[in-house]
């Protein structure tokens, strides 16, 4: 059996490259990157096993130069004789972006780019399955505080928080108009994040996020709100599960915490609080508060309003910022993900337990311990800057 993988250097697709490289089965696995030479493209590959001492195996392990917006990518790719014995696809490559100034790049690689692969991969003769790694989040914001099921979306009358969702919603759409149904497998991961085993996580994706909770200690989100979250290892084992199950029951799974392991901003602030002790206790405000936080950073002390009650915070922040108007830099960066907090989505992971071998995951609040010492050594600002 032979792979094409796109996204090898990214945070979930990393971890793919790594579980798939593992199995036997699989004679060689292409990997779609960005590189400007081929000495560059084997350094990024090989960079992704060593990140965790997992073995690298360059004769399994063969770079593809390429970019997803590459006009002429069918023609490209059809020019590697190699490709055309390729089995299955996997599609992780996308722009994850929530950032606004992102939008056009976000459209043009994941609604254009996954265009381009598929045109190209419609004329294989021996694909068996194209993987499109999609997102549980293409349900949109119309869904508050429920638990949703895969049948639910994609429902083009959804309302998305930011343009990412809505490219994978219509990049989903498009897999029928080049595939046979039977060819397609679509598994929409929740929310990725950190890593259940300890090591220093693949990427800081999302987990930048509740460092820079546990940096500021005031946070304007509803504690109690749940929130889907599952680490980058199981999400990579229970697709490679996905991928080689005998007669899957559906053509498209969560890949989810699920109502079991769900978790809130409570929790996973209570369990992280103890390994910080010279910071004040969490705190979750309204969230309007954010705003006093803005006006806080700007001096305008007459605009404070609530958080004039969180003398000990102000306190804290006076001594740890050094510049102030940094601080909205770092509300900026996570609005976006307030926004999806207070969401309360749950996805349902039903199909996944039945059909795969896994347990259930744990729950974030559970194994976040394992990434606890890398937390303070994540730049949050780099995060907020391109969230
Ligand atoms: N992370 C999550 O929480 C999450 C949750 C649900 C679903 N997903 C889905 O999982 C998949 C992987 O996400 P991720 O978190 O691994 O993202 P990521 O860390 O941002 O990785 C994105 C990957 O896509 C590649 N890429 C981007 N633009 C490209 C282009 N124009 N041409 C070729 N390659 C390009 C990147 O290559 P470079 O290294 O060259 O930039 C990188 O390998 C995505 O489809 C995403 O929608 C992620």
């Not at 400007?36 to 399994?60: C, M």
């Not at 490559?93 to 043009?108: I, L, M, P, Y």
């Not at 085993?197 to 946070?219: K, Q």
């Not at 969401?343 to 744990?362: A, S, W």
Request: with cysteine; hydrophobic share 40%; aromatic share 10%.
């Amino acid at each position: 059996m032979n792979l094409f993988l796109t996204g090898a250097t990214g945070f979930l697709g990393g971890e793919l490259l790594i579980t798939l490289s593992k199995r036997n089965d699989i004679k060689k696995i292409y990997c779609l990157v960005r590189a400007k030479s081929e000495e560059e493209a084997n350094k990024r590959l090989k960079h992704v096993f060593d990140l965790h001492n997992d073995i690298y195996q360059p004769e399994k392990i063969i770079p593809i130069l390429a970019n997803l917006l590459d006009d002429d990518l069918k023609v490209k790719l059809s020019a590697y004789k190699e490709l055309d014995d390729i089995n299955l696809i996997v599609h992780s490559a996308a722009n994850t972006s929530f950032s606004k100034n992102c939008d056009d790049q976000v459209k043009k690689v994941n609604i254009n780019g996954l265009e381009h692969v598929l045109t190209w991969a419609k004329e294989l003769k021996n694909l068996e399955t194209f993987c499109y790694i999609g997102t549980a989040t293409i349900c949109g914001k119309d869904n508050k505080d429920k638990i949703i099921k895969e049948e639910e979306s994609p429902n083009t009358l959804a309302h998305h928080l930011v343009t990412y969702t809505y490219t994978k919603m219509m990049g989903e759409m498009m897999l029928d108009k080049f595939l046979p149904q039977e060819k397609i497998l679509v598994v929409r991961p929740s929310i990725i994040m950190g890593d259940s085993v300890n090591a220093i996580p693949r990427s800081s994706v999302i987990l930048w996020t509740l460092a820079a909770f546990n940096y500021l200690r005031l946070i304007p989100v509803n504690k109690h709100s749940k929130i889907d979250i599952i680490p980058v290892d199981y999400a990579a084992n229970a697709i490679t599960e996905l991928l080689f199950v005998k007669n899957r029951s559906y053509s498209v799974y969560h890949v989810s915490a699920g109502v079991d392991s769900a978790t809130d901003s409570e929790l996973c602030c209570q369990k992280i609080e103890s390994y910080f002790p010279d910071k004040p206790s969490h705190a979750f405000v309204q969230r309007k508060v954010a705003n006093n936080m803005r006006f806080w950073a700007k001096g305008r002390m007459e605009d404070i309003g609530d958080l004039a009650n969180y003398p000990n915070h102000l306190d804290y922040w006076e001594s740890i910022l050094t510049e102030k108007g940094r601080l909205r830099i770092l509300f900026a960066g996570l609005e976006p993900y307030f926004d999806f907090i207070e969401l309360g989505q749950v996805f349902d992971n039903t199909r996944l337990l039945q059909d795969i071998t896994l347990p259930k995951p744990l729950p974030a609040h559970e194994y976040i311990l394992n990434n606890i010492k890398f937390l303070e050594s994540i730049d949050i600002y780099e995060g907020a800057i391109d969230p």
